[in-house]
């Protein structure tokens, strides 16, 4: 699977997503629509982009993105206030956002091989 099922944005009671070990390549504004997601996996794909609409899974309290090409997060992801759990290792982040300070529930953050400057 190389692109993101954009058919999943009708699974609204949708909990936990996992999709790790594929190809896909973006993450589109659909999946903003899945408001009940409290997990989400993407770990081991391609990804490079990242919607600003994953900032209204307000719920989601553990999220992996290692593994990915992602060279920035959007800032929407300090609106993930429930967030405990955040992978983002193994990508080509240069920096975080600003707004990651406000992501008050997190316990756990995993940054390791990114290319980190600041």
């Not at 993450?27 to 629509?33: D, Q, V």
């Not at 919607?51 to 992996?64: C, F, M, P, V, W």
């Not at 429930?82 to 990651?100: G, R, W």
């Amino acid at each position: 699977m190389t692109q993101y099922p954009k058919q999943l944005q009708h699974l609204i009671a949708l909990k936990r997503l996992d999709l790790q070990f594929n190809q896909i390549q973006s993450i589109p504004s659909e999946i903003g629509c899945l408001v009940h997601l409290e997990a989400l996996v993407l770990a081991n794909n391609a990804i490079s982009v990242i919607d600003e609409a994953i900032g209204n899974l307000t719920r989601l309290y553990s999220l992996d993105i290692s593994n990915n090409k992602i060279k920035e997060l959007p800032d929407s992801i300090g609106r993930l206030e429930n967030l405990s759990t955040f992978s983002v290792a193994d990508n080509e982040l240069k920096e975080l956002p600003h707004t990651i300070g406000q992501l008050d529930s997190l316990g756990t953050l995993d940054l390791f091989r990114n290319l980190l400057t600041e």
